[in-house]
């Protein structure tokens, strides 16, 4: 006969306790022969009842915040990490100098422009081929062509402004391009590039116009090509599509005992502003048995508003009088997940891109072991 907990008992399993200097309750048990006579084998049925993916705030394309609930931790931060290292984006990649007076050597250069974020037609850079570099296996690789190489030129130098006052000590203002920004990048395309990336809005271009390269005087100029290419945050950071992505688990808060009057002003400010709110206790409360409001009809008690704002700072542990009044934890399998896309693509997308990657990765290793057993 096989046993099926309570909700609360399975409630209870899932809070993972956080005390004034430990943290328990911390594994997870959730798996077949922890429990006896309970069959907690793995079953898609079962997790389609239990998955859910909420977004919060969708206001921001290029920051989410989305709650991914009913997984396990490594399913998680298999997606933490394939947002990170494995998702392919477009970046610098070969720098040509012809010319480069500036005080900046050109592999500094070279690297700075590697840096700069880019964005286009979101279709076009999804369709675009990978550029395969030399290797012992292929010594040629790839040649350049339309489909996995953008061409991109820099070509600016720095001349007085015969305009400038006298007395004027603004370089920006005394010199013409005393400063070279990411927005000075021009984008050449070639073949079927005209169509892929359409001017205006789908031509390569960075995604923050403002970035500062270089600084330069009378007489210095930079004068470059550069080569954009596909690739994975695990061969270079500057592929890499987000410039944050991780994840929190859902904080609880459980009031034990009546917390009242200044004690539930001080209660309060133990937590950031939202969490925690203050109400009056009402005439029922006041004349109920046993719920501990008895005669404090009109003082103020402690009520939580939004646990998901806490950052479970514990500093309500620290003061005594708050002792065995409140629990603190956190919500094993409800993750809060935080993307904030460079730009080249919107944040929810790419957390539907590292679906795709994970789906394609356990059918690969599904074909390896069947291949393994034949």
Known sequence: MVLRPSEEEVDRRKIIGINAETVTNVTST?????YPGEDNSWNLEELKKTLQVKFHDPSDPLNCVFSLIGVDAAIANAFRRILIAEVPTVAIENVYVHNNTSIIQDEVLAQR???VPL??????????KWFKKPSDEDPRGSEPSDYNTIQLSLNVECTRNPDAGRRETDPTKLYHNAHVYASDLIFHPVGQQVDVFPFPDGAIQPVNPDILLAKLRPGQAIHIDAHCIKGVGSDHAKFSPVATASYRLLPTITITRPILGRDAEKFARCF??????????????ATTAGSGYEGQEGQKKVVVRDAFRD?????CLR??????????GRVRDHFI??????????????????VKLLKAKCQRSKRCLENMMR
């Open 113 to 115: 422009l590697g840096l």
């Open 311 to 315: 950052t479970v700072s514990r500093e």
């Open 337 to 354: 997940f935080s993307i904030e896309s460079t730009g080249q693509f919107e944040s929810d997308e790419l957390f539907i891109e590292s």
């Open 319 to 328: 003061h005594d009088e708050f002792k065995g009044k409140v629990k603190l």
């Open 30 to 34: 959730d798996f077949p022969g922890h």
């Open 272 to 285: 950031p502003k939202g969490v925690i709110g203050l109400e009056k206790v009402t005439a029922e409360e």
């Open 119 to 128: 964005k286009g037609d979101r279709e076009g850079l999804r369709r675009f």
